[in-house]
């Protein structure tokens, strides 16, 4: 069974940055795109950012320039770095397959960007 815990999540201001991370607890990157989605209260989650096995990735478009997602193999951990932050980036954030299985979805890690 497939696990993912989400973190690096909290309270910056505009114009601030975080890092968040996602720890897989199986090997799945060989076998899935993996992918960052968030969810802002009263709205569906979205897709934000999607790396795939040969190392390409893609943005959703009001985050291009600004996140970057990358992995870790060896250590089973994908990441979303994010800077330039806005209050429109506030929202649960969560990593699972692309495209997700809803029984992979976690926790999630909370970003609010809040002055």
């Known amino acids: 069974q497939v696990q993912f815990v989400e973190s690096g999540g909290g309270l910056v201001q505009p114009g601030g940055s975080l890092r968040l991370s996602c720890v897989a607890s199986?090997?799945?990157?060989?076998?899935?795109?993996m992918a960052w989605y968030r969810q802002a209260p009263g709205k569906q989650r979205n897709l934000v950012a999607t790396?795939?096995?040969?190392?390409?990735?893609q943005y959703t478009d009001s985050v291009k320039g600004r996140f970057t997602i990358s992995r870790d193999a060896v250590k089973n951990t994908v990441y979303l770095q994010m800077s330039s932050l806005i209050p429109d980036d506030t929202a649960v954030y969560y990593c699972?397959?692309?495209?997700?299985?809803?029984?992979?979805w976690g926790q999630g890690t909370q970003v609010t960007v809040s002055s």
């Open positions: 699972n397959i692309a495209p997700p299985r809803a029984d992979y």
């Open positions: 790396i795939i096995s040969d190392g390409s990735t």
């Open positions: 199986g090997r799945i990157f060989s076998r899935y795109a």
